[in-house]
């Protein structure tokens, strides 16, 4: 009975120590290598779309940087549209890996780092899309996720993603 119960414990210790290296390296390369000892930074000429889906085409991307450039001057938060065909198991929510990808790579705006991102995770099996705010923008954001979820939805389900991420900057800037 020893035995078997060293065996299960060298087991459980030995899981312990591969798991988190098998789920680290299916991160992305913007994720730190330790989230406990990661600096809060703010980033400089930072891409305001990041589209790893490649969802967009250049001109798309041109077009809706410089709406998102209108609202960040207009207002002074963040906003930011990312794009990408996995959330890398971030989660339980897809919110986490779009908060991580605005925290890791040193968007937000301000001394509470304010911003909001719009996320599409376009993997096949869990397709999904979210809009959070943070920093003086978060509340704000939460308060209206469903609205402008709701309203972005018909040009989501048509394809349309170019139309969608134009309404979804438009009703940031309402925010």
């Known amino acids: 009975m020893k035995k078997f119960i060293s065996v299960i414990f060298i087991s459980l210790i030995l899981a312990a120590?591969?798991?988190?290296?098998?789920?680290?390296?299916?991160?992305?390369s913007w994720y730190?290598?330790?989230i406990y000892?990661?600096?809060?930074f703010y980033g400089t000429n930072l891409a305001r779309v990041k589209d790893d889906a490649?969802?967009?085409?250049?001109?798309?991307e041109a077009s809706l940087t410089r709406m998102i450039n209108a609202v960040i001057e207009k207002h002074g938060y963040d906003l930011v549209i990312y794009t990408d065909t996995t959330n890398y198991g971030i989660g339980p929510y897809d919110e986490?890996?779009?908060?991580?990808?605005f925290r890791f790579n040193g968007y937000g705006l301000g001394p509470n780092r304010s911003g909001m991102i719009i996320y599409i995770n376009m993997d096949s099996n869990d397709r999904y899309f979210s809009v959070v705010g943070t920093g003086d923008v978060e509340t704000r954001a939460y308060n209206y996720n469903?609205?402008?979820?709701?309203?972005?939805l018909p040009e989501m389900k048509t394809g349309d993603y170019y139309g969608a991420l134009q309404l979804g900057v438009e009703l940031g800037d309402q925010l």
């Open 146 to 152: 469903e609205a402008i979820r709701e309203q972005m």
């Open 96 to 101: 986490s890996c779009a908060i991580d990808f």
């Open 54 to 60: 490649n969802i967009l085409s250049d001109s798309e």
């Open 37 to 40: 000892t990661f600096e809060d």
């Open 17 to 28: 120590l591969l798991i988190p290296s098998a789920f680290a390296a299916g991160l992305p």
């Open 32 to 34: 730190p290598e330790n």
